[in-house]
């Protein structure tokens, strides 16, 4: 570096807060090497300088402003700044969609160019999917491999899903565990309910509030047809 100052004093050692240092115009501040002591070497930021460190996008200048810090592996972060958010990044895009998405902030609506469609959403990624399951529009149809079987699914989840529901492929059966019981189910879900309204276990029960009246359902509806049946 030059005697006169007029150089710009580039980053000293990994994970150094020491950005840069243009001949003036910026905001004066000391800046440690992110180790806890001070490296006392008073420096000048201005909000022009740009870090390329991992590919942050964010000014340095943010740093002396209270706007950036560094985490642990040296990058500069921002974080959101509105009450209660913590969400925090180093890509500038990543923070501008962050704002839009969550908290409504400079959102520019991209809209669904399909005659009489009105949806519109705040990622270009969304309208995509949106086009694809509800348009058609570029999807990647996953067909099913069986004989005879013209299903075809958008996802190759819906596809897998098929396959096991209907063709008993790659299927991880469920079985009731009571004594006696031999109820076997594709989904755990349906295992619940069997349990839940044929062995009475983890029922929530809905009592009658009628007086005298001890009746009980498994069922909001049953009880609801019960009042309706009997009280009325």
Not at 62 to 69: D, H, K, S
Not at 85 to 108: D, E, Q, S
Not at 155 to 179: F, G, M
Request: net charge positive; hydrophobic share 30%; charged share 25%.
């Amino acid at each position: 570096m030059s005697g006169n100052g007029s150089e710009t004093l580039k980053q000293l050692a990994p994970g150094s807060n020491v950005v840069s240092s243009p001949g003036g115009g910026g905001a004066m501040d000391t800046l440690n090497n992110g180790g806890g002591y001070d490296l006392g070497i008073a420096i000048y930021i201005t909000e022009d300088d740009d870090l390329e460190d991992d590919g942050s996008v964010f000014s340095a200048g943010g740093i002396a402003a209270g706007g950036l810090e560094r985490d642990k592996r040296g990058k500069i972060m921002k974080t959101c700044g509105i009450s209660g958010c913590h969400y925090k990044t180093g890509v500038a895009t990543a923070m501008k969609n962050h704002k839009a998405a969550k908290h409504g902030i400079n959102v520019v609506w991209i809209s669904c160019d399909q005659d009489g469609c009105d949806y519109k959403a705040k990622q270009a990624c969304t309208v995509k999917n949106h086009k694809q399951f509800v348009h058609n529009i570029g999807v990647r149809w996953h067909p099913c491999d069986q004989d005879g079987c013209d299903f075809k699914a958008k996802t190759a989840s819906n596809l897998k899903r098929h396959k096991q529901q209907v063709h008993d492929i790659d299927v991880r059966w469920h079985y009731c565990d009571q004594d006696g019981c031999y109820y076997k189910t594709k989904q755990a879900i349906h295992l619940k309910q069997h349990k839940r309204h044929v062995h009475d276990i983890d029922v929530r029960w809905f009592p009658c509030d009628q007086d005298g009246c001890d009746y009980k359902a498994k069922l909001a509806g049953n009880l609801k047809a019960h009042k309706r049946n009997v009280h009325s």
